[in-house]
């Protein structure tokens, strides 16, 4: 039997929820409802929970408070978020906080019920993944008990400063160790094979715990023969320096030295990359989590780069925001040009402005999804047709956000724009529509050029102007010559009516590079003069 809890504000949804399910075929019981996470968080204290299906916008603990709260406290509930708003900001969250599932209101039976038995599997496979564990930790407790796990977990303590820190540091001296440096600084080391970036089985977590603690004797050993401080081991997985500065020659590159030997002496023994993440040097050891914590954040970016990475903070910075502006408009108008080479080319010049900036993943889908957005521009300037574009809009950005590494996400995305490129081919071929559309579009957005020309605009287009004329004519029915008279005419109206520029300024905004010309043309299209049309619609 599953036990699932459901959170919800809207007391209807609950209803709904509740009646249209079937709970016993699903072999599911629904153990409680609750109008919001602060509810819902009292009620997982006091009774067991398997599953939750949750709202985002709640009063007093929204839904990714309560994921949070879960991820923290209780990592073996799976969590299902279900929201009327279907915005980014609220997706990238719910991957930090663990999130198995994210839904779009309103949800149907059918959906939730399949939804419901894949995370049916996903609570069976923790269950058998903790009872492995539950062994394993039983049979390895005389490990645990010896002096280098004592230490280690001091150490642990002191670095993530999770117990008092003078106590740390006596429980320490009593063992021997003395932490009086100049200042200190953490490296996080983490086998690339057991880490995140993989779904590991059971056997695979439990081999993990073994070959952490082989790159813990390898570290522990370097470190311990270079005096340059102490390896502890943090967790099963991820093997830990505090390195210790006690002399002033150049020791930031003597840690880098050390840890690229850490690195090739694991490849060498046993076969398999290490990552590692050096963070600053600090002056006290109150302030090691934040070195701590910046070696484990370089981790990260084995999304971005790959594996068997090094990175020092004290060299390198992630950059929180990038310009892509630019590439974004060339790859816009080479999408609705048919030119699918510079497509693809912009679109590697984004993900290597991406990919260099060190960004979180969260970030970094982010701008992919720009790149989504933007091509949809493109596609409605073309008039093309959107439903089949967004097709399985909500599939393609659930799929770039589970990728495990940023090139698996750009391969997605790479996927999609030849899918859209392809559309648009099919779509558009000898489209005379479609040309129209695209010469008005330039028509709008150059109309204060005074040399626009037709062979400009049939440059652009890549088509002869005498087959261009006759498309235009038969689509808009005006020529090239009246669309863009009638185009500045507009602008100079607007500038006419809500500004106090000269007539030979407005002339000169909307092309026009001889004034006397722009008042004979204005006058042929609206009957009277700039000053006298000025002189009426500001009144």
Known sequence: MYRILLVDDEILVRDAIKENIDWKSLDCELVG???????????????????????????????????????DNYPDVVIVIFSGFGEFEYAKKAIQYGVSEYLLKPVTAMELTGVINKMK?????????KNKMNKLTENSEKYRKNAQVIRSKNMEALVNCTTDVSK?????????????AISYRVALFDIDLYSGMYELDTEKQQES?????????????????EEAGFAYQEGNNRVGILFQEKWSRNFTEKTREICREIQEKTKEVMGFDVSMGIGKWVKKPEELIQSH???????????????NLLI???????VQEILIDEPLSVLKEALKTGQEDLVLQTLVSIEDLIRNALMQKSRACMYLQQVIRTMDNACEDVSADMDQIREGRDDLIREITDQKFFGEACEVVARHTRRVINILSEMNTSSSERQARLAIDYI????????????????????????????FKEETGETFTEVLIRTRMEKAKELLENTTMKN???AEKVGFSDPHYFGISFKKMTGCTPTEYAREKRR
């Open 121 to 129: 599997e996903k609570v069976d496979q923790l269950r058998r993944e």
């Open 504 to 506: 030979y300024e407005i």
């Open 312 to 318: 020092d903070m004290e060299e390198k910075h992630p």
């Open 209 to 225: 715990a073994l070959m952490a603690f082989v790159l813990y004797n390898i570290s522990d050993e370097i470190v311990t023969r």
């Open 168 to 180: 740390s540091i006596q429980r320490l001296a009593e063992m021997g160790i003395d932490i009086s």
């Open 33 to 71: 409802d609750c109008e919001n996470g602060k509810q819902a968080s009292e009620f997982v204290k006091e009774h067991p929970v398997d599953i939750v299906l949750t709202d985002i916008l709640m009063p007093y603990m929204d839904g990714m408070e309560l994921s949070k709260f879960l991820h």
């Open 444 to 471: 709008q957005k150059n109309y204060m050029v005074p040399d626009l020309s037709l062979n400009s605009i049939c440059s652009y287009l890549n088509i002869s102007t005498s087959y261009f004329s006759t498309i």
């Open 293 to 307: 914590n910046m070696a484990q954040d370089t981790l990260q970016y084995r999304y971005l780069l790959g594996g």
